[in-house]
């Protein structure tokens, strides 16, 4: 168990302006993380050397605690996680919807990735690894046997701000993507919509298309907020009192994601009668529907579809792997 009272956090003795580089470099990998299945913030966090002190800051501002250094990191973080949210969200969205089996070959191996950095935090592990590792194997199983929720289905404000939740998860522990959880709560798509909408209508100055946007950003931002407060809490708690369970279910959790992610799927373009975002397809709405709202159905693969699936899943798990190692030693023994 690493004492923190033996050393200084990494970024103690940085100069401000390397502090919000840092920051910067750090919120700029973990808004790209957040935009897609299988990378968690958290690892980004960790190689850029920040993680240690965001958790800390973040710590300190549930309790009122000010300090500028901390504010300064804690604010290049968000301000450029919220830009690379903000231009890339509109590309990620339309690779995940017309090259859906590329993309998800991709997912596998980064969510993948995250397994041997989970495995590492709870060395050294006993039985109690186990039992959690099968609750939340089982979950996922569960889960995705059920289907999980259809995408561009469920557009609730209260969905919506539990997806926010659920995506903060990724910001908070190395090797969970919230991203992988909100494809399965059907919110992946529609939240990227949503920011690729309020990014069009910032950019054409269209009020009316900023509110449209407002309808999912506001409550998803909500609820980043409360779980980025309460689900580090919670999780610090957990790690303390309940460490090996805790672990073991995160771990699970990264096994049987590997389910709800099969690539060889296409969407297909709905015809009449077919249910779309709970309601029946007929004429008049035949011709409105978003190809990112049609159903998915499973497909043959051909053998070279297979091999380059195996491969991007490859990289993927060896890309998450290499990310892990830049942060510096003592950022990941503090960790």
Do not use: C
Request: hydrophobic content about 55%.
């Amino acid at each position: 168990m690493h004492d923190e009272s033996s050393s200084p956090a990494p970024s103690e003795d940085a100069p401000l302006p390397m502090l919000a580089a840092r920051g910067g470099f750090g919120g700029l990998l973990m808004g790209l993380a957040n935009l897609v299945p299988g990378i968690s913030g958290g690892t980004m966090l960790l190689a850029a050397g920040v993680y240690t002190d965001f958790i800390e800051g973040i710590a300190n501002l549930t309790l009122l605690r000010f300090k500028l250094r901390e504010l300064i990191l804690l604010g290049s973080i968000v301000a450029t996680a919220m830009v690379s949210i903000l231009l890339f969200s509109g590309p990620i969205k339309d690779l995940v919807i017309n090259q859906r089996w590329i993309m998800f070959s991709l997912f596998i191996g980064l969510t993948l990735g995250g397994v041997p950095l989970v495995w590492a935090l709870a060395q050294p592990a006993d039985k109690r690894l186990s039992y959690g590792g099968a609750a939340g194997f089982i979950l996922m199983l569960g889960i995705a046997a059920a289907g999980g929720v259809p995408q561009g289905a469920g557009s609730g404000y209260t969905l919506s701000l539990f997806a926010g939740v659920a995506g903060a998860s990724a910001m908070i522990l190395p090797g969970i993507s919230g991203s992988y959880l909100l494809l399965l709560m059907g919110q992946y798509i529609p939240i990227l919509h949503a920011v690729h909408t309020l990014k069009e209508g910032l950019q054409a100055r269209d009020l009316a298309v900023i509110l449209e946007s407002m309808h999912v950003v506001i409550p998803v931002g909500i609820g980043v907020v409360i779980g980025v407060v309460g689900l580090s809490n919670l999780l610090k708690w957990l790690l303390h009192h309940h460490g090996q369970l805790t672990l073991g279910f995160l771990l699970g959790l990264l096994f049987g994601s590997m389910f709800g992610l099969w690539p060889f799927e296409a969407g297909v373009e709905p015809v009449l009668g077919d249910i779309v975002k709970g309601a029946a397809v007929t004429a008049e709405t035949l011709g409105q529907i978003d190809p990112e709202d049609w159903p998915t159905r499973a497909f043959t693969p051909t053998f070279l579809q297979i091999a380059a699936s195996m491969a991007l899943a490859g990289a993927g798990f060896v890309l998450t792997l290499v990310i892990a190692k830049l942060g510096p030693k003592e950022e990941a023994a503090t960790a």
